[in-house]
């Protein structure tokens, strides 16, 4: 079985300053792993996702995140935040070969003018 | 343009009734999903389907139903057994039987109690 922990409950930045949000997992197989942001009132929509190959991986809105096996992390970051990347943002892994996803509780992204 | 539907949007339910939620995708995707996330919480998997005529019980499948009757279909239902049903809804899909296939979401349905 997966689970996966993000750290921080609420993030608070202010505008243009860098963000990390951070997410660490747990899977005794390999897996895959995956960012989602959720605007309120709406649905949840795929950042980015790891399969393989490039640890670093980019995706919209100019987010990123890394893959850190040893650490067993997939933090997300972006250089210089805007207002309108406030959102929920959330964590997810789902193993090699199967397919259920394994989502984090989230982590609130405030942008403070 | 491909994607999920969900309707309503917004549902209000008296104590009693059954309701259904109708989730509709066409992006050929094998595998359907129902979500609960309570405000300010996480998501809780209800039930899920990987092929037509299938379906399996998640995380907190007491109180709800489903049907996959057609491959683009996956219709919730909230029984009356489900003692606190306001929460926000969420239908999903993925594909099944490639690496690492992401999980994509619908716009959610509200369903308030009153």
């Known amino acids: 079985a997966q689970s996966v922990t993000q750290l921080d409950s609420q993030v608070p930045v202010f505008e243009e300053a860098p963000v990390e949000l951070r997410c660490n997992y747990s899977?005794?197989?390999?897996?895959?792993l995956f960012w989602y942001v959720q605007y309120p009132n709406q649905g949840l929509q795929l950042l980015l996702k790891y399969l393989s190959g490039s640890t670093l991986v980019k995706g919209i809105n100019g987010f990123e995140a890394e893959f850190n096996k040893s650490q067993t992390s997939f933090h997300l970051r972006k250089p210089s935040v805007h207002i309108s990347d406030t959102a929920e943002y959330f964590c997810?892994?789902?193993?090699?070969?199967?397919?259920?996803?394994?989502f984090g509780p989230g982590t609130r992204l405030s942008v403070l003018p | 343009d491909g994607g999920i539907t969900q309707s309503p949007k917004y549902l209000f339910r008296k104590e009693g009734q059954n309701v259904t939620l109708s989730c509709e995708q066409n992006l050929n995707h094998d595998a359907m999903y129902w979500y609960r996330q309570d405000p300010g919480q996480g998501l809780r998997l209800i039930y899920y389907?990987?092929?037509?005529?299938?379906?399996q019980k998640g995380d907190i499948a007491e109180g709800y139903s489903v049907s996959r009757e057609k491959k683009e279909s996956f219709p919730l239902t909230v029984t009356s057994a489900q003692k606190n049903p306001t929460a926000f809804y969420l239908c999903a899909s993925s594909l099944l039987g490639t690496g690492g296939s992401a999980i994509y979401f619908g716009e959610g349905s509200w369903l308030t109690v009153v």
């Open positions: 997810a892994v789902s193993a090699t070969g199967g397919q259920n996803f394994v």
């Open positions: 389907s990987q092929i037509v005529n299938d379906f």
């Open positions: 899977s005794s197989v390999s897996v895959y």
